[in-house]
């Protein structure tokens, strides 16, 4: 089955304490993103990634870094949580290496700071 | 820059009547929109894409949306509303490679 699947689904976690969200796609797709959605926000875009090795900040990037080092894989990585990251985070994916196709999107990684 | 504004942060409607989500945009030129759909707990799901093939675009589920270059507009309708359909409605529109995500509409349908 063709999927964008996350982990963990569910994180509480304490100030300053280092963590990784994993997201992976079996779909051969080149373009992958991270985004928070945050109430009355909407979702905004924090990383994107037109390929392997190409990685570019989106709209919210400060306190989060990205890798892109295979393909199907892009995880998120906080260095040092603060609370004003507790959010909604969702990986996509699509081909083609455009924002302009459809993205398909994880289940979503619900992450408090505490 | 391009940017998009739904006007609308909630929309209660009853079952059997029709659904109207509004969305506009802001782009000095056509852009491509794209609506998405978010159940609960769940990831979005593509509705319905705009790419100046042509004005009115069917999506899944029965949704439609018009694109009004006039009124820089790109509403999403639906003729009869189904239980189903209540669930969290977003308008995008990329920007170079970014996406840009609307504020979301909360769509609730009464029986």
């Known amino acids: 089955e063709a999927q964008v699947t996350q982990n963990p689904r569910y994180l509480i976690t304490v100030t300053g304490k280092k963590l990784t969200v994993t997201c992976s796609q079996n779909m051969n797709h080149e373009y992958m993103s991270w985004y928070r959605q945050d109430p009355g926000l909407g979702l905004r875009q924090i990383y994107y990634?037109?390929?392997?090795?190409?990685?570019d900040k989106g709209d919210v990037p400060e306190g989060y870094k990205v890798s892109r080092k295979e393909k199907r894989n892009f995880p998120l990585i906080l260095e040092s949580p603060s609370p004003n990251q507790t959010s909604l985070y969702f990986c996509?994916?699509?081909?083609?290496?455009?924002?302009?196709?459809?993205?398909?999107f994880g289940p979503g990684t619900r992450l408090t700071v505490l | 820059a391009q940017s998009v504004t739904q006007l609308d942060s909630h929309v209660s409607v009853s079952e059997g009547t029709p659904v109207l989500l509004r969305c506009n945009y802001s782009?000095?030129?056509?852009?491509?929109l794209f609506w998405y759909v978010q159940h609960p707990n769940k990831g979005l799901q593509l509705l319905l894409k705009?790419?100046?093939?042509?004005?009115l675009v069917k999506g899944i589920n029965g949704f439609e949306a018009e694109f009004k270059k006039s009124e820089t507009s790109f509403h999403l309708t639906k003729p009869s509303a189904h239980m189903s359909d209540a669930a969290e409605y977003f308008c995008v529109v990329p920007r170079g490679d970014k996406l840009i995500f609307g504020t979301g509409t909360r769509l609730q349908v009464f029986p």
């Open positions: 990634s037109m390929n392997v090795e190409v990685t």
């Open positions: 782009s000095s030129y056509s852009p491509s």
């Open positions: 996509a994916s699509s081909s083609l290496g455009s924002s302009y196709n459809e993205q398909f």
């Open positions: 705009y790419t100046s093939a042509a004005t």
